[in-house]
C-alpha cells in the first residue's frame, strides 16, 4: 500500500513494467505466495535458522530498494518531500511492527528506511520540516527502544521456555533412564525378572493340553559357584555376562531373554514352539554353557540345567506358570546335570499332590490323621524283642497313603519337623507307657531337628513329662544329620547320653562317611542299611562284607541291628555272621501297639527262628 502510495504521488496514474514499484511488489508477492501455500511449522533446528536468515536477508533487501528508491524520488519531486517522508516512515513503521516479534530483524526498517529519510529532512528542510522530522526521529528511537525492550523480554521468555523444556528433557531422560534400568538386568544388560513378569502378565497365551502355548524355559549354570568361589566374582560376573550373551544372540530375535537373578535365567517364547522347535532350543540352552568362558588368561567350566513347561489348560496364573518351569528344573537337576525336562501331566499331579500334603500339614489335618506303628527289634540270640522302632504313617480319603519319605521331607521344607516329630514323640510314649519293663522305644530323629541347639533338651523334658524311663528310650540318627555339623552332633548325643537315653546309627554302610562316625562319635547300637541283606543268601562277598561290618561295629563298642530280615534263611545268616538284634518284616510288620503287643505276646513260649 506504501508503495502504491508513492507511485500515486509521485508519478501519478502511470505503470512501467520494470518500474520500483513493479519489482519491489513482485518480490513481496512471492514472498506472500511462500508463506501461505509452502511454508510448514518446523522443530528443526537447522531449517528454522535458514528461515530467521532468510528472513533478515529478505527485510534488508526490501528495506534497501524501498530507502534508494524513497531518496531519488526526493531528488525528483521535492515538492512531495512530506508525502515521500509520510509513505516512508508508514513503511518503516508498519514492517517494523510486522516483525516484533523478530526483535533484531524488526529494527532494519526502522534504521534503513525510517531514520535516513527523517535525517534527510532534517537537514534540507525548512525550519517547519526540521520540526517535524527530529520529531519523527524521537518517534522512531522510542520505536527502536521499545524493540529493544520487547527484544530483551522476549529472549527472557524464550530462555525461560527453554530451560523449561530442558528440565522436561531431562526428567523424560531420567524417566528412560529409571525405566531402562526397571527392565535391564544391570550386571548382564538384558531383560530382567520385572520385565519378564510384566511380558507374561501382558502377553501369556494358554494353549491346549496337547501344546500351543506360551513356552517358558527356566535355567541355571551348574558348577557356577564353585568357579565363583574358586576365582572370585569377578569371574563369576564374567560367566554370567557370556551366558547372557550367548542367549540373546541365540533366542533374542524370537524370544525374550532375561537374567532372574544370581545364576538363573529365563526364555520366554510369547508365541508358543512346535515340538521340533521346543525340544532343539531346549538342548541348545543346555549346549550353550558347554563351551569355556575365557577370563583373565583362563578357561572358567560350567554346565546347564533346564526346566521348561508350556502354557496351558493348567496354568491358571501366571504364579503358576512360574512354578511350573521351577518345577520341572528342579527334575532337571534332580535326574541329571547339563540335561532339560518338559513340564508334563505326570508332574502335574504330583504337584498337586505334594501341594495338598503341605496345605494337609499346615493346617494341623494331617498330624490328627496319623497313626503311630510300631515295628519290633529282636534280640536274635535270646529270640525276645528288645526294641520297638516307632514309625508315622499317614492315610488320607483323598491322598490316600503317605509315605514318610513324601511328609517327613515336605514337613523339613516347611519349617515344621520339630511339631510333627514332638507331637509322634509324645504319642509314642503314651502307647509305651502299657508295654512290659524288658521292651524299650526306639524314635527316629531328623536331621534337620538334632541340628536346632537345645534339640536334646527339649527331647528330655518330653520324655521327662511321662511316666517312660529314658534309659528305654533309643533315638535313631541317620547319616545326613551328622552330615551337617558333626561337631554339633557330637555335643547333642553326648548330652542325650547323660539324660539316660541310648543313641543308635542309622542306615550304616549306605552313606560315604559311615566309618568315620565311628571313630569321632559313640553309639549304643548300629543299624545296618537294608540293602546289605538284598543278596546275602547267593553271594559270597555280600556275606563277607557283611561279617565284617558287624565286626567293626562290635570293634567299636555296638551292638549291631540286620534290617529288612524277609526271610527265615536271611534270618539264620544273620545270626551266623553275629548280628546282636534283627528288624524285618519275617520277625514282625508295623502294626499299632495293641496289635505288636498281642502278636509279640499271644504266646509266651513261641521266639522267632
Known amino acids: 500500500m506504501n508503495l502504491l502510495g508513492l507511485h500515486v504521488a509521485t508519478h501519478g496514474g502511470e505503470l512501467r513494467w520494470f518500474s520500483p514499484l513493479t519489482i519491489l511488489s513482485a518480490i513481496l508477492l512471492w514472498r506472500m505466495i511462500y508463506w501461505i501455500a509452502f511454508q510448514k511449522p ?100 522510542l520505536f527502536i527502544w521499545q524493540l529493544h525492550v520487547h527484544n530483551r523480554a522476549l529472549l527472557g521468555l524464550v530462555r525461560g521456555q527453554l530451560a523449561i523444556a530442558r528440565e522436561r528433557n531431562r526428567a523424560v531422560e531420567a524417566e528412560l533412564q529409571a525405566t531402562k534400568r526397571a527392565d535391564e538386568d544391570v550386571l ?47 569371574a563369576g560376573d564374567e560367566i554370567l555376562r557370556e551366558y547372557a550373551r550367548r542367549l540373546k544372540d541365540a533366542f533374542g530375535n524370537e524370544a525374550l531373554v ?72 528342579y527334575k532337571a537337576k534332580a535326574s541329571s546335570r547339563g540335561h532339560w525336562h518338559l513340564y508334563d501331566l505326570p508332574q502335574f499331579k504330583a504337584d498337586q ?49 503317605v509315605s514318610p519319605d513324601e511328609f517327613i521331607r515336605i514337613s523339613e521344607k ?23 519293663p524288658n521292651l524299650s522305644l526306639s524314635f527316629n530323629l531328623s536331621a534337620m531337628q538334632l541340628s536346632r541347639s537345645g534339640a536334646s533338651d527339649k527331647l528330655q523334658k518330653i520324655v521327662s513329662a511321662s511316666s517312660f524311663r529314658a534309659h528305654r528310650v533309643q533315638f535313631e540318627i541317620t547319616e545326613t544329620a551328622i552330615l551337617a555339623d558333626l561337631g554339633h552332633a557330637e555335643q547333642e548325643l553326648a548330652k542325650l547320653s547323660q539324660y539316660g537315653f541310648t543313641s543308635a546309627l542309622d542306615d550304616f ?40 561290618l558287624v565286626d567293626l561295629c562290635h570293634s567299636a563298642g555296638a551292638r549291631c541291628v540286620a534290617e529288612h530280615i524277609e526271610t527265615h534263611e536271611q534270618l539264620k545268616m544273620a545270626r551266623a555272621v553275629g548280628c546282636d538284634y534283627g528288624q524285618g518284616f519275617c520277625l514282625g510288620k508295623p502294626a499299632t501297639s495293641e496289635r505288636m503287643l498281642k502278636a509279640l505276646y499271644s504266646n509266651l513260649g513261641s521266639s522267632p527262628s
Request: negative net charge.
Open 509 to 548: 554302610g549306605s552313606g560315604y562317611a559311615s566309618v568315620a562316625y565311628l571313630r569321632e562319635l559313640s553309639f549304643d547300637t548300629i543299624k545296618l542299611d537294608g540293602s546289605l541283606m538284598d543278596n546275602i543268601i547267593h553271594s559270597e562277598r555280600s556275606r563277607q562284607i557283611l561279617s565284617g
Open 42 to 141: 518446523s522443530e528443526n533446528f537447522a531449517r528454522i535458522k535458514r528461515e530467521l536468515v532468510t528472513m533478515v536477508l529478505f527485510t534488508t533487501i526490501l528495506c534497501l530498494g524501498f530507502s534508494i528508491w524513497a531518496q531519488s524520488l526526493i531528488t525528483a519531486y521535492p515538492s512531495e518531500t512530506m508525502t515521500i517522508l509520510l509513505y516512508s516512515v508508514l513503511a518503516a513503521l508498519g514492517v517494523a511492527y510486522g516483525l516484533s516479534s523478530f526483535p533484531r530483524a524488526a529494527l532494519l526498517p526502522l534504521l534503513i528506511l525510517g531514520l535516513p529519510v527523517a535525517i534527510r529532512l532534517f537537514w534540507m528542510g525548512k525550519p517547519s520540516d526540521r520540526g517535524i522530522a527530529l520529531s519523527l526521529i524521537f518517534v522512531l528511537a
Open 188 to 234: 548382564s544388560g538384558i531383560a530382567n525378572r520385572g520385565k519378564l513378569v510384566r511380558e507374561i502378565e501382558k502377553g501369556m497365551i494358554r494353549g491346549p493340553l496337547t501344546g500351543g502355548g506360551s513356552v517358558l524355559a527356566v535355567c541355571d549354570l551348574d558348577g557356577f559357584k564353585s568357579a565363583n568361589d574358586a576365582f572370585g566374582h569377578a
Open 353 to 401: 499332590r505334594r501341594a495338598k500334603i503341605e496345605k494337609s500339614i499346615l493346617s494341623g489335618e494331617a498330624l490328627r490323621e496319623m497313626e503311630v506303628h510300631f515295628q519290633p527289634i529282636f534280640d536274635l540270640k535270646e529270640g525276645v524283642p528288645v526294641f520297638a522302632e516307632a514309625l508315622a504313617r499317614w492315610n488320607n480319603a483323598e491322598l490316600g497313603a
Open 258 to 329: 532375561a537374567r532372574l537373578g544370581g545364576d538363573e535365567f529365563s526364555v520366554f517364547w510369547k508365541d508358543g514352539l512346535s515340538k521340533s522347535e521346543l525340544e532343539s532350543a531346549s538342548t541348545h540352552i543346555c549346549k550353550l554353557a558347554s563351551q569355556p568362558v575365557l577370563w583373565d588368561g583362563k578357561e572358567l567350566f560350567v554346565g546347564a540345567s533346564c526346566g521348561v513347561t508350556e502354557a496351558g489348560p493348567y496354568t491358571w496364573s501366571d504364579e503358576e506358570f512360574f512354578r511350573q518351569a521351577d518345577s520341572a528344573l
Open 414 to 436: 516347611l519349617g515344621v519337623i520339630d511339631r510333627l516329630n514332638e507331637c509322634l514323640l509324645k504319642r509314642a510314649l503314651a502307647s509305651a507307657e502299657t508295654w512290659p
